[in-house]
């Protein structure tokens, strides 16, 4: 496990709400003019479900230590919750369905949680593995939840806030970043608070967290409601903005892992890492499938093409972990601190 | 090797990849973005049904040079059946100029595309599966589940079983159990099966396999006890040959079990061995070779060493002729839509109007080779499905034998419930519906 923060102490150079600041100025003043669909809808939307996706198990893994192999289920129960809200419920708006669904995906990750009060690490994953076949069955068997849809597959409903419709790639490109800034924010705010300090002490040594005064029982439950809150969230935003339809199948056990490996590869117990590993995780199989297509497209047909570039994804990905552990933020902060070096020594 | 130097080749392959140039698309080409899968847990449906698809394309160039002289292309994205996959391919390819139409062979990723294709005006076909309200073409003007919709599935195998009872009045009495994969493809026909019980007086029990279904005792023990005169298969996947083992495990005679259209392939009967022989399943599209469009793909297309399929003895599988009837719907509507808007490169819009446009009687249907391989097809800018015929094939341990006459199924009882399905979904997304006016208004460029 990584700690709280890098020390930045060589560095000083930058205050250190610039960077973001400038991201977002980005995200929100250029990319929306010089984008096209095809990088809103097939790099930016999946971009930013996953990396909220990762921000919400970071928290819960990385800071918290509780492994949880449940994170699609969540994603699920907030994709399905926020659809019946705005279904079912006449005149809530859009952001009150969105919370709403929160809530319900932090109410059942609290359900699932409660064996983390006597399990730990492999036995913990394994038992939230229960949270992730419960939710996608029960989906599929009472059809109510996608309102007795013949098929089971739902579309989303339309996306707007107060009257402003956001249905093309920008709007709800812009509405995701919204919503993903707000929910980041928040839980930058919360890891560097008193809340984030006991998730940390617990995950470093229980007994003596207990023996501090941290209510430990009170603060992994925490750690799971807000952690499926926030995945929740990514869920309905998986559901709502990118994929624009809503089925149980998709929030299968392999999305779980996907997510697990974004912070894995990202940085454990950095809410940057979720960004860095979701980038990965999302941009680099459709770099290596395009350049595959591209140079060898004419040679082999997509299937061999894709086997091929999953051999190459994972002899990378195990190249990787085993030149940085740390995660991609550990090697962001490296190759920064050596240019910064570089900058001032001449 | 040091970080920057990976940077250095990050960046370089990123360079490479901005480069990637879309061809441009010549005056007289039609493409097909195929959004294929060959890789994963349906990779043997995939091979096979875009192998047939590409096998036929090949054949009109190679045969006519294209169709009235434009030349038919396509190229591939990997799926591997996932939704988001899908998207992504449907991004990367829809930036191809002359999109001719959609055949993603995936409900999921077919629900996905529907606000997308209808976004852009290229029509989406998902033969034989997809969804069923899609048949009305008042709410859905670019989506078409040609030949087949589940619900005409569920009529058509009913309305087997009446055949095989003497007529459609002996049903009355009679007990049909439907054994459905727990996902919600095998749930949709619950309330149709129930619906045609009512009509028809059989009692009908609908038990559920809980997905993937490689253990099915205890659902096969209540059929035995339950003594149906049919059994109706609607599984997927591994369920299938599971399903047939264990009812001859339990005594349950084989030809008494019906399969759907998605337990009908070589790879559904294969796999349970002697326990298939005597499996009587579903389908729009008679399997085997020796029809005459199948055997010109073998001379014109196979022998020059062009086909798509690696494993030859694959040819006329129930995919691979599902592929080849796809192409010939697909070309067909293209050839339709050129009559009326001129030989050259369509807009997706002209193509939708072909396939509204689709007539294909049995002597048409004969001249294009595909005598007994499927029945004919009658779309409309209302019906999107088109009255498709089904055919019910006898699996005897080597191939599927034709056992049955083309049968209709019963659209006046269905289109109703799909009517009222449509409009519900028109209601809640606020689609105002299409009429006969707007459907012959066609954007040309």
Request: glycine share 10%.
């Amino acid at each position: 496990m990584t700690a709280i923060s890098v020390d930045f102490a060589s560095a000083p150079v930058l205050p250190k709400w610039l960077v973001p600041v400038l991201l977002l100025a980005v995200a929100y003043g250029v990319v929306p003019l010089i984008g096209s669909s095809y990088l809103f809808e097939a790099i930016l939307l999946p971009f930013l479900a996953l990396s909220l996706a990762g921000v919400g198990l970071n928290i819960l893994t990385g800071y918290a230590g509780q492994v949880s192999l449940g994170s699609a289920a969540f994603m699920a129960a907030g994709a399905f919750a926020a659809y019946n809200f705005n279904l079912r419920v006449e005149g809530l708006p859009l952001i009150g369905s969105i919370f709403l669904a929160g809530i319900v995906a932090a109410a059942i990750g609290i359900v699932f949680g409660l064996p983390s009060l006597r399990l730990k690490g492999f036995y913990l994953a394994v038992s939230t593995l229960a949270a992730q076949f419960f939710v996608q069955w029960a989906l599929t068997k009472f059809s109510w939840f996608s309102n007795n849809s013949a098929s089971g597959v739902i579309d989303a409903p339309r996306l707007s806030i107060s009257g402003f419709a956001l249905d093309g790639a920008i709007g709800r490109y812009l509405f995701a970043l919204t919503v993903v800034t707000v929910l980041t924010f928040l839980a930058h705010r919360l890891v560097s608070s008193q809340t984030g300090r006991n998730f940390i002490a617990i995950r470093d040594n229980e007994t003596a967290a207990r023996i501090i005064g941290i209510p430990v029982l009170k603060t992994k439950l925490l750690a799971f409601a807000i952690s499926s809150f926030i995945i929740g969230v990514a869920g309905v935003i998986w559901a709502f903005a990118y994929l624009r339809t809503v089925e149980p199948d998709g929030f299968d056990l392999d999305r779980s892992f996907q997510i697990l490996f974004i912070i894995i590869i990202g940085g454990l117990a950095s809410i940057r890492g979720a960004f860095f590993g979701a980038a990965l995780i999302v941009v680099f199989p459709l770099a290596l499938s395009r350049l595959g297509v591209f140079l060898l497209g004419d040679l082999f047909d997509s299937g061999v093409l894709d086997m091929s570039q999953r051999i190459v994804l994972g002899a990378l990905i195990i190249l990787f972990l085993i030149l940085e552990p740390d995660g991609l933020v550990a090697l962001w902060d490296r190759v920064r601190r050596r240019l910064l070096f570089a900058w001032q020594s001449t | 090797m040091t970080f920057l130097s990976t940077i250095k080749a990050a960046a370089l392959s990123a360079a490479m990849i901005v480069s990637v140039a879309l061809p441009a698309a010549h005056a007289d080409e039609q493409y097909f973005p195929l959004q294929s899968y060959r890789v994963g847990p349906y990779a043997a449906g995939g091979t096979g049904f875009f192998g047939g698809f590409i096998d036929y394309l090949n054949l009109i160039n190679i045969r006519d040079g294209g169709v009235n002289g434009v030349k038919l292309t396509w190229d591939e994205c990997e799926t591997q059946y996932e939704v988001e996959r899908g998207v992504e391919c449907y991004e990367r390819q829809k930036s191809h100029a002359g999109a001719a139409a959609w055949n993603p062979l995936s409900v999921g990723i077919a629900y996905a595309m529907i606000d997308r294709i209808t976004a852009d005006k290229v029509p989406l076909i998902t033969v034989n599966h997809g969804r069923t309200d899609s048949t009305d073409g008042r709410v859905f003007p670019y989506v078409f589940p040609l030949l087949l919709n589940p619900y005409s599935e569920t009529s058509g195998i009913v309305n087997y079983i009446a055949s095989k009872e003497g007529g459609i009045d002996k049903l009355k009495g009679k007990k049909i159990v439907v054994l459905y994969h727990g996902s919600p493809y095998g749930k949709e026909t619950i309330p149709i099966y129930e619906l045609l019980a009512q009509k028809y007086g059989f009692t009908v029990q609908q038990i559920e396999v809980p997905h993937p279904g490689n253990e099915q005792q205890s659902q096969w023990l209540t059929i035995r006890r339950a003594k149906p005169d049919f059994v109706v298969l609607r599984g997927w996947g591994v369920m299938n040959p599971v399903a047939l083992k264990t009812a001859v495990k339990v005594g349950y005679p084989v030809d008494h079990i019906v399969g759907n259209v998605w337990s009908n392939s070589e790879e559904d009967v294969i796999p349970a061995g002697d326990a298939a022989k005597g499996y009587t399943a579903i389908t729009t599209q008679a399997s085997g070779n020796s029809y005459p469009v199948v055997q010109e793909i073998v001379k014109t297309v196979y022998d020059a060493g062009k086909g798509n399929l690696e494993d030859k003895s694959r040819i006329g599988s129930v995919y691979h002729n599902l592929g080849i009837v796809n192409g010939i719907l697909n070309v067909e509507a293209i050839r339709v839509a050129q009559e009326k808007f001129g030989h050259r490169t369509l807009t997706g819009d002209e193509v939708r109007w072909g396939f509204e446009h689709l007539k294909l009687d049995p002597a048409k249907v004969e001249a294009l080779g595909a005598k007994d391989l499927f029945h004919s097809i009658n779309v409309s800018w209302d019906n999107h499905e088109g009255e498709g015929y089904v055919t019910f094939q006898q699996w005897d341990g080597k191939k599927w034998n034709v056992v049955s006459d083309w049968i209709a199924p019963d659209w006046a009882l269905l289109r109703p419930i799909i009517e009222k399905s449509a409009e519900a979904y028109a209601a809640e997304k606020g689609i105002r519906l299409r009429t006969a006016d707007d459907a012959d208004a066609v954007t040309t460029n």
